[in-house]
């Protein structure tokens, strides 16, 4: 089965996409930031000269909310939605907001006023369409492509995350964090959503946007560390040795130099003629090679050294790895040489001329 984990680790956070069998999708969030973040806080003080208030929104936490940032009228005492909207300079407080977003990909809604519009970086009209609701949003540049009914499904799901909130807001302890908002997490997300099964996390503070945004069945496990996944071992190993089985018959030897990463493709029978195998073999090393740099977090230049192949499966092989990379957004191909070398790029870096 395919799925997603989001495991908590010491310093950020860990994001995994698994795909049959094997761990394709690499990347780290900010554990520490708050920014998005949405809390059920306190109004401690007014500050009239400052004209704003001050806020209590964790335990012992302070925050700062001008009144522009408003829109009820409220006292010290009063227990309020507010956002976290960044972090204070010089050992001020934080600031935050009360008209708060819940974050999503083509839209962002507003709960709090019904108002529809279109972001200043989406000049596009066709939103008006939209009937109004209970709850005000923002279309995104994102979302110019999408067609209404795709804006009204993801309508329908931020929807749904924000009567959650209005339900657990009363529950105690109060003040608290109420809907964490990491924008990577939320977005690598939705990315894969479509081709998972399920999302398996160790912390439960993301419950309410993974069960409402993604609609896939979530495992809470407090305990769960996916490098003792037994779904992970292959690739848990693999990436800690030089040499790596890709078949009963074949296998890669990976070795990053100064200057790029090096592939060797070998196919360990003598006695047997490759035939078709050949391409097959070549088009395993690539899957592999790209799941390596990947989980490796490896960037510059890969040079695949392949099996010969005639013009022909050529052909084929430049069709079939180009299909491969679209699952590796930050790897680009960039041909195979008359010696049969394969050349990828991760990331920005350039290609040196032959």
Request: charged content about 35%.
């Amino acid at each position: 089965m395919n799925f997603i984990f989001i495991s908590k680790e010491k310093e950020s956070y860990l994001l995994g996409l698994v795909k049959k069998g094997r761990w394709i999708r690499k990347e780290t969030a900010s554990l520490e930031s708050k920014e998005d973040n949405l809390y059920i806080a306190r109004v401690v003080q007014e500050l009239k000269g400052q004209r704003a208030y001050i806020i209590e929104y964790e335990k012992h936490e302070k925050g700062f909310l001008p009144y522009n940032q408003t829109y009820s009228s409220i006292k010290p005492g009063d227990e309020i939605l507010v956002q976290y909207i960044k972090k204070g300079k010089d050992n001020k407080f934080p600031r935050f907001t009360q008209k708060y977003m819940i974050l999503g990909d083509n839209i962002h809604l507003t709960p709090w006023t019904k108002e529809i519009r279109v972001s200043r970086k989406a000049k596009h009209k066709k939103i008006f369409d939209f009937e109004e609701k209970e709850y005000g949003m923002i279309l995104r540049r994102e979302g110019i492509t999408k067609s209404l009914e795709e804006i009204e499904r993801e309508y329908n799901d931020l929807s749904n995350i924000e009567k959650r909130i209005e339900k657990e807001k009363h529950f105690l302890p109060i003040p608290r964090l109420i809907l964490k908002q990491n924008k990577q997490i939320v977005q690598f997300i939705n990315q894969y959503s479509t081709q998972i099964d399920y999302i398996k996390t160790n912390d439960k503070i993301f419950k309410n946007i993974i069960e409402e945004k993604s609609g896939k069945d979530l495992i809470i496990d407090e305990h769960y560390d996916p490098y003792y996944d037994s779904a992970l071992q292959r690739d848990l190993y693999n990436i800690e040795n030089k040499r790596i089985k890709i078949d009963e018959k074949s296998e890669i030897v990976f070795e990053k130099t100064e200057a790029l990463v090096a592939v060797d493709v070998n196919y360990r029978s003598s006695t047997e003629k490759l035939g078709d195998k050949i391409l097959e073999t070549n088009i395993k090393a690539v899957y592999e090679m790209a799941i390596q740099m990947e989980l490796r977090s490896l960037t510059g230049i890969a040079v695949v050294d392949c099996i010969n192949m005639n013009q022909e499966m050529k052909k084929q092989f430049i069709r079939k790895t180009n299909e491969i990379i679209k699952e590796f957004p930050k790897l680009s191909f960039h041909g195979i040489t008359s010696l049969n070398l394969a050349q990828f790029i991760r990331t920005g870096v350039k290609l040196i001329d032959s």
